[in-house]
DNA sequence: AAACAGTATTCGACATTATCGAACACAGAC
DNA sequence: GTCTGTGTTCGATAATGTCGAATACTGTTT
């Protein structure tokens, strides 16, 4: 059974989430409801601070109740916890970008990012989604599980879109433990990443490097040293998470 | 008014983030509601991806759903908040009037605007919609996504409104990423526009100059440093909203 | 200046909808 | 085996949220 408002309420936010800022009469429209009805969902979400209204036009927004409630999620994450360390250690050993990510909707969800150790500026990727297909990390999370067949955005020359291919790099992945991904989401990077996994010996979440091609590749295959140490920091976090691997 | 159930939700949700992990019998203890309410509210929940239910013990935390809007709640105020140090830059390097703009409902709305910076007469045109097809703010925009074939109105005499020849224009912009409008909306006056790329690599906004045709235009062509400013303007602002961009 | 077209908001009648509480199924402990 | 805990299902009840018209307000147009 479920409840309808809260699910009125939900595609609101979700609505709000598209646009930037949206007032009473178009959500109404959007959503075929009663301008009385959004109103009455708008307001308590106002009150509970998951929506801001525009002083001046009346619009609404999302609200800051969302970012708290949005970083309560990772520090309740228990992967992320003990990721963590491990993560910081990665970075300081490798000079590389460290992103910890796990299988959500069909994307890989980034829950820790840890930046190359120079002053370089950089943005934090906490919240976004990658595409599966085309990512190291995305490849290590499903390289067990397989991927169904399915059409696959190209974003870059380099992306592997046939089903077969895919599948095969996938068993690649399997086999060796860890999945590479070299120019496939943006040109001029390349990623390594290795699965975690749990007490269940199944993977919940995968830890990996990013950064350019120059850095982490030799004649299109990563460094050794470097996938030594992605693999040492996925397979710490799996025994810490209740794994017994195997070697 | 405020709808019980909304704030219900949300209680759970705030209980839910004090603590790591809950399970019904102690929600219906800590909020005073039966059982079976509190389930009914939480699988709803579940279903939006805003709490997920551990598989072992039937127990309740949030969900990923939370960080996705946190994140895009990000999104909505850092666009505007990272516009308006490089539209004060873009200003005064160009010596031209700057707008930022977003897509919303068919329109390009304007989000900022600084004014030309030589003490004239000027209004305000924050929360003013332009057409897409006739102003280099909404070809930005669109660029990317393309238009779909309508009737567009005739502004003036130069106004573009053959939805062919359009097309071709926008593939143009696509190609050499920025935008021109010259005496397509008002007579006189002409306009350059870059995109704004989010950390999805999709267009969130564009930002532009507008001013008088002979001030922008030499032989029917913008000033090279003019769009190399705005190109370096919407550039900076993509880095900085997390974008990577090719080259 | 006045009528207009937009807003967001309020309100009351209605019946849809969420609530309650008991009964259920399953798990682990003793 | 019982007992106590869990999460889940179900049906009767009325409280609840919904609708749609009416409102107040703002800015624009005539």
Chains 1, 2 share one sequence.
């Not at 830890?207 to 990563?222: M, N, Q, T």
Request: some cysteine; hydrophobic content about 45%; charged content about 25%.
């Amino acid at each position: 059974m479920s409840i309808q408002s809260v699910q009125r309420a939900v595609a609101i936010l979700r609505c709000l989430s598209g646009s930037r800022r949206l007032g009473v009469s178009e959500l109404s429209e959007q959503l075929e409801l009663a301008k009385g009805t959004i109103h009455g969902l708008l307001s308590t979400l106002r009150d509970e601070g998951f929506v801001e209204q525009d002083a001046d036009t009346g619009k609404y927004q999302l609200g800051h109740a969302l970012l708290e409630l949005g970083t309560s999620y990772l520090d309740v994450n228990e992967l992320r916890q003990r990721a963590l360390a491990r993560a910081d250690w990665l970075a300081q050993k490798s000079q590389c970008s460290v992103r910890v990510a796990v299988l959500r909707g069909g994307n890989a969800l980034i829950i820790h990012h840890v930046f190359r150790p120079d002053n370089s500026l950089q943005i934090l990727e906490v919240g976004s989604n990658l595409p599966l297909h085309a990512t190291a990390l995305g490849k290590a999370l499903v390289a067990q599980a397989g991927l169904e067949p399915r059409v696959w955005p190209r974003l870059t020359k380099n992306t592997q879109t046939d089903n077969a291919k895919l599948e095969a790099e996938l068993q690649l992945t399997r086999e060796q433990g860890w999945a590479l991904e070299a120019e496939e989401a943006v040109l001029t990077e390349a990623g390594v990443a290795a699965p975690i996994f749990d007490r269940k010996q199944e993977v919940i979440g995968s830890i990996g490097i990013s950064g350019a091609v120059r850095e982490l590749l030799i004649d299109d295959a990563p460094k050794a040293e470097l996938v030594q140490l992605v693999l040492e920091a996925a397979r710490h976090i799996s025994r810490e998470l209740g794994a017994r691997l195997l070697g």
